[in-house]
């Protein structure tokens, strides 16, 4: 069975950091990009960051540019969000899915989800 399990969230001041993982099992991990998304209340959800599966490219949205890193550990089967400089409206609960390669940060292009982590920042 696919499961994907977030864990890492919290609540942090405004200014601090988070590290988000994503522990996979159930697939052939390697074979798949991952992506992170966020959705705060009242909002849509919306694409944050993804990495491929070839590669290992990195795609980010604006919003979060310069400030968050993603990584995946194929050995782990797990990837990871590192993020610094954390702003009040980063606060979301937040999602990794499995997309193809070539998926991007459209969350029509993914098709298996994790339940989410809640991250809250203070101001």
């Known amino acids: 069975e696919v499961q994907l399990v977030e864990s890492g969230g919290g609540l942090v001041q405004a200014g601090g950091s988070l590290r988000l993982s994503c522990a996979a099992s159930g697939f052939t991990f390697n074979d798949y990009a991952i992506g992170w998304f966020r959705q705060a209340p009242g909002k849509e959800r919306e694409g944050v960051s993804c990495i491929s599966s070839g590669d290992g490219s990195t795609y980010y949205a604006d919003s979060v540019k310069g400030r968050f890193t993603i990584s995946r550990d194929n050995a782990k089967k797990t990837v990871f969000l590192h993020m610094d400089s954390l702003k009040p409206d980063d606060t979301a609960v937040y999602y990794c899915?499995?997309?193809?390669?070539?998926?991007?940060?459209?969350?029509?292009?993914?098709?298996?989800w994790g339940r989410g982590a809640q991250v809250t920042v203070s101001s």
């Open positions: 899915a499995i997309g193809s390669q070539g998926s991007r940060l459209g969350i029509y292009e993914y098709n298996y």
